[in-house]
């Protein structure tokens, strides 16, 4: 069983966009600015903000936080992204999800101007993507693709089952193992919380990934010998015996799924630092872009 090292691969992937952002400045040009919008003070929300910006620091690109309170209206948040649209030095900027009730996320992630879109939300961003156009890949499925990549991970003719079909992860993903290409080229089945006889599909699958943020769901009996585990899950659940209140796990369980896996990804420390590695590289090809 192989471990895929979503931490060490992020590092790795780190080092590089480094040396690109070093070489741009060399030739004297302005380097990647990512802007992180974040409405009201949950506390994951900060935590990921917190994370993308200081990963924004350790690769040489500039970073800015826009920080809007809970209360802060649909009006005023299309106005602010309207500002980073226009805004030339901004090559790039996410709203950080969930948003207030007050706020239609969907209307917001439309206004997001395409070619800033480097979370690859916007309609025509995940169109481009279906149509195997170049484009903004969201970032989570993009560090999945990237992990498999780099692994040498085979997904040709092989039966890749996705759980979970939120337009973040795991409908983006299901299309893109399907898609023509490494990696791709898959046979894919994407189920949800209406899929019946779940375990049935599952047991058959050569790649799994799940996504559907329910703690351990994913049981040894439900996986065949040698399947590829991507677990992309991350919950906190309540632990009042650790310093933070809480622990973080995943959607796989681990200890027993791990003993017939062929590769699997750990929770903490496999999908989640690729996520973050992939939206500093869309950062980067959207500065690329607006300079051509
Ligand atoms: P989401 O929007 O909450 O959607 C969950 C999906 O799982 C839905 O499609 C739902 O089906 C399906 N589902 C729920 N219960 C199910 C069941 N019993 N059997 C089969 N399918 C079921 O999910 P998300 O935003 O994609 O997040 C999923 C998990 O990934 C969360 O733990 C989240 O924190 C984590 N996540 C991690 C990263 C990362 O960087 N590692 C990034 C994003 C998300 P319906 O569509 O029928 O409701």
Do not use: W
Not at 231 to 253: H, L, W
Request: net charge neutral.
């Amino acid at each position: 069983m192989t471990i895929l090292d979503g931490k060490k691969i992020s590092n790795d992937i780190k080092n590089e966009i480094t040396a690109e952002v070093k070489k741009m400045k060399e030739r004297g040009e302005k380097v990647p600015h990512l802007a992180a919008v974040i409405v009201g003070n949950d506390g994951a929300s900060l935590t990921y903000v917190g994370s993308k910006v200081r990963s924004c620091e350790r690769v040489g690109f500039e970073s800015t936080m826009v920080r809007m309170s809970n209360t802060t209206s649909e009006v005023e948040l299309l106005d602010k992204i309207e500002e980073l649209n226009e805004n030339p030095e901004i090559d790039g900027f996410i709203i950080q999800l969930p948003l207030p009730p007050q706020i239609d996320t969907r209307k917001v992630l439309m206004a997001v101007h395409p070619d800033k879109d480097v979370d690859g939300f916007h309609p025509t961003n995940f169109g481009k993507m279906a149509l195997d156009m170049s484009t903004f890949i969201p970032a989570t499925p993009f560090g999945i693709l990237e992990l498999l990549d780099r692994y040498g991970v085979e997904t040709k003719g092989k039966h890749t089952v996705v759980i979970g079909r939120s337009h973040i992860v795991g409908r983006p993903m299901s299309i893109l193992m399907g898609r023509k290409g490494f990696p791709g080229n898959s046979t894919v089945t994407l189920t949800h919380s209406h899929t019946k006889n779940i375990t049935q599909i599952t047991s058959q699958a050569d790649i799994i990934i799940s996504a559907l943020g329910v703690p351990k769901f994913l049981k040894a009996e439900m996986v065949k010998d040698d399947a590829v585990i991507i677990d992309v899950g991350i919950t906190r659940v309540p632990d009042e015996t650790k310093e933070k209140g809480y622990y973080i796990t995943g959607d796989v369980d681990f200890e027993n799924v791990s003993k017939k896996a062929s590769y699997i990804t750990p929770v903490p420390g496999g999908v989640g630092p690729m996520t973050i590695a992939m939206l500093l590289k869309n950062t980067l090809l959207a500065r690329e872009r607006h300079m051509l």
